[in-house]
């Protein structure tokens, strides 16, 4: 199907729309950007570039998609923001793109991004996440697949979020939150595994069972999360699961909730 482009639109020339893109009453396409296939812009959309956009995406009303970095370092160098396929950015969100020269922000695919979420320069956001109404990121934070951020949590620079992690509404993320946990809180603690996602993922018990032994050896056998990454290592017969937590605490330089 051919695009549609409403008549109070303004596309820059220099855009480039793929098939069946929908461009809604009032939205603003700047030169540089690329918009996928099948992806609709409901009304008052912005994307800024250089961004490219990929297939079937849909952003509602206000959406800011694109803009140049808030970091006071920016000094307008070429920077670039990359989104994947299927994803919805609901109401008023707003996306950054890099700082650096030639730096990007990225997010993957089959993401949904409720009203007022916001991602930060640098950030790189993982598939299939869940952001809940003004779930927010500081510039660099990395959020793994499947991660939910509650509503109003907001991240501090630099903290990673892992895969299949959840944080409750309002929390204040400071460190990095490992996979499969759930944090909660003021600053946020993990509280427990997100058992009930895991289960939803089709996690088997056996694993559900093993990532629990490890956030055990993690959270409540009183030491530091460096020796207790050593104590999982030294286990035999270890789940990907459990390894890919080890891997990650391992690389933390924020620490871990």
């Known amino acids: 199907m051919a695009t549609n482009i409403h ?24 030169s540089g950007v690329k918009i996928g296939d099948g992806s609709r812009l409901q009304n008052h959309v912005t994307i800024d570039g250089p961004t490219t956009i990929g297939k079937e995406n849909t952003f509602f009303a206000y959406a800011s998609i694109g ?46 991004f409720l009203a007022y979420s916001h991602i930060a320069h640098d950030c790189i956001v993982g598939d299939h996440v869940i952001f809940s109404n003004n779930g927010t990121l500081a510039g660099h934070v990395t959020v793994g697949d499947y991660a939910i951020m509650g509503g109003l949590t907001a991240v501090h620079q630099f903290c990673r979020i892992g895969a299949h992690a959840i944080t409750g509404g309002c929390s204040k993320i400071v460190q990095d939150v490992p996979p499969y946990m759930i944090a909660d809180g003021n600053p946020g603690k ?29 959270y409540r056998e009183k030491r530091n999360y460096r020796e207790a990454v050593e104590v999982l290592r030294e286990e035999e017969d270890r789940l990907p699961e459990v390894d890919l937590l080890i891997d990650f605490v391992a690389a933390s330089e924020r620490g871990i909730s």
Do not use: M
């Not at 008549?7 to 700047?30: F, M, Q, S």
């Not at 808030?70 to 969100?93: I, M, S």
């Not at 088997?204 to 055990?216: N, T, Y």
């Open 67 to 112: 803009q140049r970095s808030q970091d006071l370092k920016y000094e307008g160098e070429p920077t670039y923001l990359e989104v994947g396929d299927g994803n919805t950015f609901r109401e008023f969100c707003t996306v950054n793109r890099g700082t650096a020269p030639k730096s990007k922000t990225i997010i993957g695919s089959h993401g949904n």
């Open 190 to 218: 993990v509280r427990a595994i997100n058992s009930v996602g895991l289960s939803r993922r089709g996690f088997s018990e056996e694993s559900v069972a093993a990532i629990k032994r490890a956030q055990r050896v993690l």
């Open 7 to 30: 008549p109070t639109a303004v596309v820059d020339p220099g855009a480039e729309l793929g098939e069946d893109v929908e461009i809604g009453p009032y939205c603003v396409i700047y």
